[in-house]
C-alpha cells in the first residue's frame, strides 16, 4: 500500500475534491515500470481537470484518478520486456504516457500527435502520490547534473515552451514576443534565447517580468499598464501564448510584422483572420520524444533551470488552490 492524491468525482475545488488516502501499490506489467516518486508539478490543467471543465471531453477517463503529468523519481519495479532501465535509476515521465508507436504520427517523430495517445494523471493515475506505474517506452533518465525535484517541471513546462519554440524559425536577432509568464513562459524565454532571439516578455504580473529580465529577457511590457497589441504593434517576428486569454492571443498577433506566426499553447480565440499580411497562427502541444532528451541535455549543461516552490505532496489540494487564487509566485513542486 502507499499514499496517494485521489480525485473521485469532478467538483469545485472549494469543495475538497482530493483526498490523501492509501491506496493498493500497482505492479508493473510488461513494458511498464513503477517509479518511487520524488517530485511532481502541479500544473494549471491539473484544476481544469478536477474541476470537471474537460468533462465534456471525457476527462478524467477513469475514477478514482490521481492527478499530476510532470514526475520524477527512481526506479522502484521492473516490468516483463523492459530494457535500457535498471533499479535505482533517477526518471521523469511527461504527460505523454503512451502512445501507439505504430501510426503516421508515431513513426514520424510527431508521437505527441498519436491518436491513441493516454495522457498522463487524465487517462492512467499520475504523480501526485508515493508510487506511480510508467511505460518504459515514455519515461526519460534524469542526468546526473539534476536535482529531481527542481527537474520536475521540464516535464511540462519545459517540453511545451521547447516545443513551441522549436515551431519558430528564431535566430540571431530574431524578435520574438512571449505573452504569459508562469510556468511555460518563463522556459520559453530560455530556449528563445538559446537560439539567439531577442526576447520581449509580456505579462500582468510585475514579479513574472521580473524573473523574465533575470532569465534573458531583453524587454518586457507590463500589459496591466499598456495595450501590448498596440505597444509592439508589428514589431515581432514571432510571437508565442501560454495565457488561456482571448484579449491575449489577439494581442499576440497584433505584435507580429506581415508574414510573422504566432505559436499558441493555450484555448483561445484569434478572431476574424486577414488574410493580407500573411500571418501564420500555429497550435503546438507538448513535444516528441527526442525533444524532451534535448531539453534534458541543455537543463543538464546549464543552459536553462526551473523555478518552483515546493511543498509536501499531501498538500496538493490547498496548493491548487493557491495556484487558482493567483497566490504562487512561481511553479509549484509537490514533494514526497
Ligand atoms: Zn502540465
Ligand atoms: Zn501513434
Not at 538559446?194 to 509580456?202: F, P, Q, S, W
Request: aromatic letters at 4%; a negative charge; hydrophobic letters at 45%.
Amino acid at each position: 500500500m502507499h499514499h496517494a492524491i485521489q480525485l473521485d468525482h469532478t467538483a469545485p475545488l472549494s469543495s475538497g475534491p482530493l483526498a490523501w488516502r492509501e491506496v493498493e501499490t500497482p505492479e508493473p506489467g510488461p513494458g511498464q515500470l513503477r517509479i518511487a516518486v520524488a517530485a511532481c508539478g502541479v500544473c494549471r490543467s491539473n484544476l481544469h481537470m478536477i474541476e470537471g471543465d474537460w468533462a465534456a471531453g471525457g476527462l478524467p477517463a477513469i475514477s478514482p484518478i490521481v492527478p499530476g503529468h510532470e514526475v520524477t523519481g527512481t526506479v522502484d519495479a521492473i516490468g516483463p520486456e523492459v530494457t535500457g532501465f535498471a533499479l535505482g535509476d533517477r526518471v521523469g515521465v511527461q504527460p505523454l504516457w503512451r502512445t501507439c508507436e505504430v501510426c503516421e504520427y508515431c513513426t514520424s517523430g510527431r508521437e505527441q500527435l498519436c491518436l491513441e495517445r493516454l495522457i498522463t494523471g487524465e487517462m492512467v493515475d499520475g504523480g501526485y502520490a508515493e508510487y506511480m506505474i510508467s511505460t518504459a517506452a515514455h519515461t526519460y533518465h534524469v542526468p546526473d547534473e539534476l536535482d529531481l525535484v527542481t527537474a520536475a517541471p521540464l516535464f511540462c513546462p519545459g517540453i511545451t515552451a521547447y516545443g513551441a519554440i522549436a515551431k519558430l524559425d528564431l535566430g540571431p536577432g530574431s524578435r520574438l514576443a512571449v505573452f504569459g509568464l508562469g510556468g511555460v513562459g518563463h522556459m520559453a524565454v530560455q530556449f528563445a534565447r538559446i537560439a539567439g532571439a531577442e526576447v520581449t516578455a509580456v505579462a500582468r504580473s510585475a514579479h513574472h517580468l521580473e524573473v523574465a529580465r533575470e532569465l534573458g529577457a531583453a524587454h518586457t511590457v507590463d500589459a496591466t499598464a499598456a495595450d501590448p497589441g498596440e505597444a509592439l504593434a508589428g514589431t515581432m517576428d514571432a510571437a508565442v501564448v501560454f495565457a488561456p486569454s482571448d484579449t491575449v492571443a489577439q494581442q499576440a498577433l497584433a505584435s507580429v510584422k506581415r508574414g510573422g506566426t504566432v505559436v499558441t499553447g493555450v484555448i483561445a480565440s484569434f478572431g476574424t483572420i486577414t488574410f493580407a499580411e500573411g500571418k501564420t497562427i500555429a497550435e503546438s502541444i507538448l513535444g516528441s520524444r527526442a525533444q524532451m532528451n534535448e531539453v534534458l541535455a541543455l537543463a543538464a549543461r546549464g543552459d536553462v533551470r526551473t523555478v518552483v516552490d515546493l511543498f509536501p505532496m499531501a498538500d496538493a489540494q490547498d496548493v491548487l488552490g493557491r495556484l487558482a487564487g493567483r497566490e504562487l509566485r512561481s511553479r509549484a513542486v509537490l514533494h514526497n
